[in-house]
């Protein structure tokens, strides 16, 4: 039986555990995540990203974060954490799922920029 998006998200939500600003940001200063903005090109210039986030559209993480992949992206090694965030939290949640399959054991969803950035993360790139 097919899928509905909202099945699909409900899933991914249950899968991948969601973490506010200041936990994401200690998993960066402290565990060394990787932070991954998964917005598109146009998304990320007229609102910048949060501050030393990897910039990578949902269209392209399955083959940065493939070893075997042509496209793959050193940074992204399972041995270390990942959170990722877009503008809503949707695609970070199917992002975070996909990723936990592909074999990263630590992947958090951060939600949207925004409301990240209201909570005082630093962006850069405005």
């Known amino acids: 039986?097919?899928?509905?998006?909202?099945?699909?998200?409900?899933?991914?939500?249950?899968?991948?555990?969601?973490?506010?600003?200041?936990?994401?940001?200690?998993?960066?200063?402290?565990?060394?995540?990787?932070?991954?903005?998964?917005?598109?090109?146009?998304?990320?210039?007229?609102?910048?990203?949060?501050?030393?986030?990897?910039?990578?559209?949902?269209g392209m993480l399955e083959f940065r974060a493939d070893r075997e992949s042509k496209y793959h992206d050193p940074a992204f090694d399972p041995s270390r954490p990942v959170v990722v965030y877009c503008a809503s939290g949707g695609r970070a949640a199917l992002a975070g799922q996909t990723l936990s399959e592909m074999g990263f054991p630590k992947v958090y969803n951060l939600g949207g920029f925004q409301p990240a950035a209201d909570a005082g993360m630093e962006t850069e790139g405005t």
Not at 28 to 57: H, P, Q
């Open 1 to 58: 039986m097919a899928k509905t998006v909202q099945q699909m998200l409900e899933a991914a939500n249950a899968a991948v555990p969601k973490v506010d600003a200041a936990e994401a940001r200690r998993l960066v200063e402290e565990e060394n995540a990787l932070l991954v903005d998964l917005r598109d090109s146009a998304e990320i210039e007229k609102t910048g990203k949060l501050k030393g986030a990897a910039t990578v559209s949902r």
